[in-house]
């Protein structure tokens, strides 16, 4: 199957990760999928909320906001507080990025990773989630230079990505045309030794066998190691 945008059903779309996009932050990357746009700004502050203090350790946490013109038609700001659906994304992203990281050896200290959607056009959580740790890995490494850190609290590294059955085809990396007709669609996120950190999947309409289910996990692995390389690229690592 050919897509509409020429891709191969296990191919990425284009990812660049340009790192210290947002130069006050600790650490920053702008990553692009696509026609996705993620702005991922990690803050490093040195106090905790109460419930974490006196515990010896730190936290990773994450927030998530869609730009109003993000979309094809206008998303109203939420100015009340998040929605069910970015509380979901956030806490995702969160997690994601809390197993990059040994709590213990950050100390009492909160990193906050901020990722904006500038312009999406699906998979913009899982873009957050792999230019996030770009920007939290930065922002530890900056830890390290200021004489903060005796060295970088990170372990791992982690990236994610979506997969997905659209009209009978295993397809890697959905952009909206894709995501909105899925038969079932899945976020994977996945470490550095290939072990995963979450699998979020929905079958759509009919369930999906156990077979089908691990040749999409399958087809996720892949993308997430090329991903990964992007990663290390944007870092200097490779």
Not at 42 to 57: D, H, K, T, Y
Not at 146 to 169: E, Q
Request: aromatic letters at 2%.
């Amino acid at each position: 199957m050919l897509r509409q945008d020429g891709r191969r059903p296990d191919q990425l779309r284009p990812v660049e990760i340009i790192p210290n996009a947002a130069p006050y932050a600790e650490g920053s990357a702008l990553i692009v999928c696509g026609d996705t746009r993620v702005l991922c700004a990690a803050s490093v502050e040195e106090s905790l909320p109460a419930w974490l203090r006196g515990q010896g350790r730190g936290w990773v946490t994450a927030e998530y906001a869609l730009l109003p013109r993000a979309t094809l038609t206008r998303t109203r700001r939420e100015r009340s507080g998040a929605s069910g659906r970015t509380q979901e994304i956030q806490r995702l992203i969160g997690r994601a990025l809390r197993a990059a990281v040994a709590l213990e050896e950050l100390g009492e200290r909160l990193i906050t990773v901020d990722c904006d959607v500038l312009q999406a056009d699906g998979g913009t959580r899982t873009a957050a989630i792999t230019g996030g740790y770009v920007a939290l890995a930065l922002a530890c490494r900056r830890l390290v230079a200021d004489g903060v850190l005796a060295h970088s609290p990170l372990i791992r590294a982690v990236a994610a990505v979506s997969v997905g059955s659209v009209d009978g085809a295993l397809l890697l990396d959905l952009d909206y045309s894709e995501d909105s007709r899925a038969d079932m669609d899945c976020n994977v996120v996945m470490t550095d030794s290939g072990e995963f950190v979450e699998v979020q999947g929905t079958a759509e309409g009919a369930p999906v066998s156990r077979q089908r289910l691990d040749a999409l996990i399958d087809l996720a692995a892949g993308g997430i190691g090329a991903l990964l390389v992007v990663q290390q690229r944007a870092l200097g690592l490779k």
